[in-house]
């Protein structure tokens, strides 16, 4: 559904906002919980302005902590979620009360480690995860099997809808590849998905960048907050 400029879902808002999973805000929403400007609302798609809505749940507003974004070394073994019906670790458990009022920005699956960045500013997490913006994402791979040249060139010349855009080998033997790939996309597993096509399992993950903005010395679990300068330096947007 597109809506005016500006406006989202408010299921979208409530996520948005850190008040609730996507899932959880539809039910809430249904469940009449939720008020917009003072008035009840059922309809999980309600167009609202998050900046300029008051919305409640069962009375209690929804309000946006100060200006924050961190990044974060994601772990494997945990999900990018806020709950996870299946009873999983999420990232938003690792943070504890770091986490407060930040949403993902974009995800990393189950088994992926590295580079995730958080932040409480919803139109930075709508501009880094638009296609149109081509920002890159840097990964470190580890693929079973020698990866061909020419298997290389296949990612990179694209696959069905997925396309790596660079893709370099930085060691190679008869067991394992070792590769560092980047995308300006972020479509669902797509680098297993990549490699799966070319007849090669991906069996270590991490991405090591997201944009400008590098892992570093992050240790699985650990954060560092970044300013808006940082960002400003890292991606040429306002903030």
């Known amino acids: 559904m597109k809506f005016p400029r500006g406006h989202v879902a408010l299921e979208r808002a409530l996520s948005k906002l850190g008040a609730a999973s996507r899932a959880e805000a539809q039910r809430l929403v249904r469940a009449g919980r939720v008020t917009v400007d003072g008035a009840v609302v ?21 309000r946006r902590g100060g200006w924050r974004t961190i990044v974060f070394h994601k772990p494997r073994g945990v999900v990018t979620t806020r709950r996870d019906p299946e009873g999983r670790k999420t990232v938003f458990d690792v943070l504890g ?3 407060q009022g930040l949403v993902a920005v974009g995800r990393l699956d189950l088994a992926s480690a590295g580079v995730l960045l958080l932040t409480t500013d919803t139109r930075l997490a709508d501009w880094l995860t638009d296609p149109a913006n081509g920002v ?4 470190a791979v580890t693929a079973r099997g020698s990866v061909s040249d020419d298997a290389r060139r296949q990612l990179e010349a694209g696959i069905d809808d997925l396309r790596a855009s660079r893709v370099t080998v930085r060691k190679r033997s008869g067991r394992e590849t070792h590769l560092i790939v980047e995308l300006d996309e972020g479509k669902n597993r797509e680098i ?27 240790q699985p679990g ?18």
């Open 97 to 99: 009360s770091a986490a």
């Open 136 to 139: 890159i994402r840097r990964y």
């Open 222 to 239: 650990e954060f560092r907050e970044l300013t808006r300068e940082e960002l400003r330096r890292a991606f040429g947007v306002g903030l």
């Open 192 to 218: 297993r998905r990549l490699f799966s096509a070319i007849g090669h399992e991906v069996t270590r993950l991490t991405r090591v960048a997201f944009g400008a903005i590098e892992l570093g010395s992050l």
């Open 42 to 62: 059922t309809q999980p798609l309600t167009a609202v302005v998050p900046e300029r809505s008051t919305i409640a749940i069962d009375g209690v507003h929804v």
